[in-house]
């Protein structure tokens, strides 16, 4: 089975810009494999950011975008928050959309 | 407003059964495939298992192969994941979502199964 790799954390400073990455054993992330971005703060359920490679949930806020960068799915965060600490998580599909393999997760911290 | 209510977790004892159910609503749940998810404390997100839209086909990660079984009642709205010969590394929270072939979202708070002597 294909393993997903997510970086296990990241730090972010207040304003600034970071770049979360998720990457497939088998290959390129490509927009067939549908990615998608989660988050998850503590004792919540994980919230849809980001589907089908680069499209906005409607509850997502603008200064989060996903791309494909370097066969590697991306989700760049532009301007964080204090309330974007979390967990994030990407989901790519295979098998024609049967097999969900999620990454490992990014601890992203705000500071 | 898509909801879906994850319930039938508890506290049980290893080599036994829970039976979890979903129900649906705010959507046509026969016009969509299902999915079971699960998260051990701590840990990410894994798929247990996916069925079709009237369950002719139905797909599990192979660390459950043999020991669930996903079904639905489209006349109930309700999807059901059936465990028996329950592990310790079962314990988690387990979420079902719509998908694959549509917008998957995390609309429930999910139920904990917590497997323990």
């Known amino acids: 089975q294909a393993v997903v790799t997510q970086e296990p954390s990241l730090t972010v400073s207040p304003g600034g810009t970071v770049t979360l990455t998720c990457a497939s054993s088998t290959g390129s992330v490509t927009s067939g494999h549908y990615p998608y971005w989660f988050q998850q703060k503590p004792g919540q359920a994980p919230r849809t950011l980001i589907y089908d490679t680069f499209n906005r949930h409607s509850s997502t806020p603008a200064r989060f975008s996903a791309s494909l960068l370097g066969g590697k799915a991306a989700l760049t965060l532009s301007g964080a928050q204090p309330e974007d600490e979390a967990d994030y998580y990407c989901?790519?599909?295979?098998?024609?959309?049967?097999?969900?393999?999620f990454g490992g997760g990014t601890k992203l911290t705000v500071l | 407003d898509v909801q879906l209510v994850e319930s039938g977790g508890g506290l049980v004892q290893p080599g036994g059964s829970l039976r979890l159910s979903c129900v649906a609503s705010?959507?046509?749940?026969?016009?969509?495939?299902m999915t079971w998810l699960r998260q051990a404390p701590g840990k990410g997100l894994e798929r247990v298992a996916n069925i079709n839209q009237d369950g002719s086909e139905k797909y599990y990660v192979d660390s459950v192969k043999g020991r669930f079984t996903i079904s639905r009642d489209n006349t109930k709205n309700s999807l059901y994941l059936q465990m028996n010969s329950l592990r310790a590394e079962d314990t988690a929270v387990y979420y079902c979502v719509r998908g694959p072939f549509t917008l998957t979202e995390f609309r429930g708070q999910g139920t904990l199964v917590t497997v323990s002597s």
């Open positions: 705010g959507f046509t749940f026969s016009d969509n495939w």
């Open positions: 989901l790519v599909f295979y098998d024609g959309g049967l097999d969900w393999v």
